[in-house]
């Protein structure tokens, strides 16, 4: 089994900045993409960003040039560092991790979640 555990949330004002981080444990051989979602209220959860192993990164188009993605694989951890924060930015954001186990297939893993509040 495979524990991805976020931190970081919290309130900020419109313009500020905050950086969550996102570690995977347990049994993992290697990760393939890991990521960032968020999900509104009444809104369907949605991509923010994604960064493979390799560390090509995607954006959603809302984020780009005020959000970064980055990993360190040697501590299994993806970050997302948030710059310019808009009242819409609020949500609950996830991490999510694609982990090999030393099968020929991958598994999907999910954060449990991290509350980002942008007050305006």
């Known amino acids: 089994q495979v524990q991805l555990v976020e931190s970081g949330g919290g309130l900020v004002q419109a313009g500020g900045s905050l950086r969550l981080s996102c570690a995977a444990s347990?049994?993992?051989?290697?990760?393939?993409?890991m990521g960032w979602y968020r999900q509104a209220p009444g809104k369907q959860r949605e991509l923010v960003a994604t960064?493979?192993?390799?560390?090509?990164?995607n954006y959603a188009y809302s984020v780009k040039g005020r959000f970064t993605i980055s990993r360190d694989n040697a501590k299994n951890t993806v970050y997302l560092q948030m710059n310019s924060l808009k009242p819409e930015d609020t949500a609950v954001y996830y991490c999510?991790?694609?982990?090999?186990?030393?099968?020929?297939?991958?598994?999907?893993?999910w954060g449990q979640g991290t509350q980002v509040t942008v007050s305006s």
């Open positions: 347990g049994r993992i051989f290697s990760i393939n993409d």
């Open positions: 999510n991790a694609d982990v090999q186990q030393g099968t020929p297939w991958s598994k999907d893993y």
């Open positions: 960064i493979a192993s390799g560390g090509r990164t």
